[in-house]
């Protein structure tokens, strides 16, 4: 699992896909709240969206380097089950997903390949991450981590990997919702090695229509 999660990089943690380089900004959160309550709120809000269409920059320091690496890219989703995650800077690469099956390439191969969730272990990790935060699939989230509440204004978790081949690479993610609950906005990654990734969505479309071309992977 550790080899795995290496190879997947951020885009395993939605996404994913990520964290980042920057101090923790918790607040003190309420003894009147509680996650249950949390949960509730966030599947409710999430119950109402259909679709998500988004921008995002992912900026990553390494430990061994001053300089902050930066890229860019675009997000969509498509309940319940459809996906398109494609880096556009400094390499264009992606994939989509329909249901279990799904395709990804890498424009400087020009290659498009086919792999289905079941049988290819880095993409399926990387796919159900990212339809779990599409979802806000909590009840999924919670049998791979120990979810703390950092702040309810608005809602940022934390998430304690429980699987100890993650967790030796891992230390913890933060994620940030929308005030309105109803995305993500913010994903933070701090890894045991010293690295910090942020991924941060931009310019959110929430219920837009999606044409079935966006589902679609490029043709070289």
Request: net charge positive; with cysteine.
């Amino acid at each position: 699992m550790g080899s795995v999660m290496k190879k997947i990089g951020l885009i395993g943690y939605l996404l994913l896909i990520v964290l980042g380089c920057f101090p923790l900004r918790a607040k003190a959160v309420s003894q009147t709240d509680s996650l249950a309550d949390v949960f509730v709120r966030l599947q409710s809000a999430a119950a109402k969206t259909r679709s998500i269409a988004s921008d995002f920059v992912q900026e990553k320091q390494l430990a061994i380097f001053s300089e902050t690496l930066k890229s860019k890219g675009r997000f969509f989703y498509r309940q319940p089950d459809q996906l398109r995650w494609e880096l556009l800077t400094p390499v264009a690469s992606g994939f989509v997903l329909n249901g279990q099956q799904g395709q990804r390439w890498n424009s400087l191969s020009r290659e498009t390949r086919s792999f289905a969730i079941a049988t290819d272990p880095m993409m399926g990790i990387v796919a159900r991450q990212l339809l779990a935060w599409a979802r806000v699939d909590m009840t999924w989230l919670q049998k791979r981590y120990r979810i703390e509440l950092l702040d309810t204004q608005p809602i940022r978790l934390k998430l304690l990997p429980r699987d100890q081949g993650e967790a030796g690479f891992i230390e913890q993610l933060q994620i940030l919702f929308a005030a309105d609950r109803s995305h993500v906005v913010e994903v933070e990654m701090f890894e045991k090695g010293g690295d910090k990734t942020r991924l941060r969505f931009t310019n959110v479309r929430i219920n837009q229509p999606l044409t079935e071309e966006t589902f679609k992977a490029p043709e070289f």
